[in-house]
């Protein structure tokens, strides 16, 4: 008998199932509360974490982050038990050593690099529940263990594109992998800023809610042709307010609504602005006293525009923090524009 035989020696089920993706991200979750309870966790830093592994490759940093807070709530309700169990049923043989590589990731002490000695029982119950045999575990620990150390993610982390260059006065710039715009990088790292790429997109973010992202994507000549037949303003509106936003926004925040739309006939030749309120939508999320995250209210603002036969979509979020109430729609769309449009100007296309 060991004090973890109530999370791998448990009967106790959940009603909805998990893909292989939740069921790492569940094993990850119950090896971080394990042993300290779910007040402490921080559900931002580890859906950070785990948005790096590859095989999240097609989750926004939205969804990542939902994915752990619906985790942490089933972990809460149903009991760790229950939760691994679902786990185990949803893994399959292919992601099941990342499974044990997100649970090695969250119970390594980072400074020294090493599993502390009370971790090591229930990475071992781990092992067993996951049916890795000693050479298997050893050499997940080991391979986690110097990626972290030589800065080398290829083999669990997703391999980011994040072509960041230096000037001559030592300002950061990133370059699109399609050398299509190069773009000072508009965030601190030493203020917690972090960039985040995947093909098509680069975003730049910070831990108190600062967003500025680029969606970019290559016209084919058909789409070349759809647009040349159509108006502007009919083009980056359908492509804006037809498909980004119910997409990429309102798929994840059902309660999301666009409030204000705007042409801007003189701006980057023509480009089209929209404002979506989005309630409980933020990136970012405050902890409440009984450990439980909630995600802040905020408004995302989006310039769609075309440059060079390539669409852009240049979006900024501003979160509401600390009880903070908005403007009037027309006040907070102005503002968000102008950030926007500000951000715009720094970037240089090809």
Not at 320 to 339: D, I, R, W, Y
Request: proline share 3%; hydrophobic share 40%.
């Amino acid at each position: 008998m060991t004090k973890y035989d109530y999370i791998f020696q448990s009967k106790e089920t959940i009603k909805e199932s998990l893909n292989k993706q939740e069921a790492v991200a569940a094993i990850a979750v119950i090896t971080t509360i394990v042993d300290s309870g779910t007040e402490d966790i921080d559900a931002e830093s580890l859906a950070d974490i785990l948005w790096e592994f590859e095989i999240f490759d097609e989750y926004s940093e939205e969804e990542m982050l939902e994915t752990v807070d619906r985790l942490v709530e089933i972990a809460e309700e149903a009991g760790l038990g229950s939760l691994f169990n679902a786990a185990s049923a949803g893994i399959s043989d292919e992601v099941v050593l990342d499974g044990f590589a997100a649970g090695v990731i969250m119970l390594l002490d980072a400074e020294n690099m090493i599993i502390p000695a009370n971790k090591k029982v229930f990475l071992k119950q781990l092992q067993k529940a996951l049916e890795l045999d000693d050479e298997e575990a050893e050499e997940i620990i080991k391979e986690v263990i110097d990626s972290i150390e030589a800065g080398d993610e290829e083999e669990y982390l997703d391999e980011e594109y994040e072509a960041v260059i230096l000037n001559e006065s030592g300002e950061q710039f990133y370059q699109s992998p399609l050398g299509n715009f190069i773009v000072p990088v508009p965030l601190d790292s030493e203020q917690g800023g972090k960039i985040q790429a995947e093909e098509g997109m680069v975003s730049f973010s910070n831990d108190i809610g600062t967003l500025l992202r680029i969606d970019y994507y290559p016209l084919t000549l058909e789409q070349i042709d759809d647009l040349e037949s159509q108006e502007d303003e009919t083009y980056l509106q359908s492509v804006l307010v037809n498909k980004y936003v119910p997409q990429a926004i309102i798929s994840q925040v059902p309660s999301a609504e666009v409030k204000y739309t705007e042409y801007l006939e003189d701006t980057l030749e023509t480009s089209y602005y929209v404002l979506v309120n989005m309630p409980k939508g933020s990136t970012i999320s405050k902890h409440e006293n009984n450990g439980n995250g909630i995600r802040l209210d905020a408004y995302r603002g989006l310039l769609s525009f075309v440059n060079n036969e390539c669409l852009y979509i240049v979006s900024s979020q501003r979160s509401f923090v600390n009880g903070e109430l908005p403007g009037s729609v027309k006040q907070e769309a102005a503002k968000m524009k102008q950030t926007i449009l500000d951000f715009v100007s720094t970037i240089e296309f090809a």
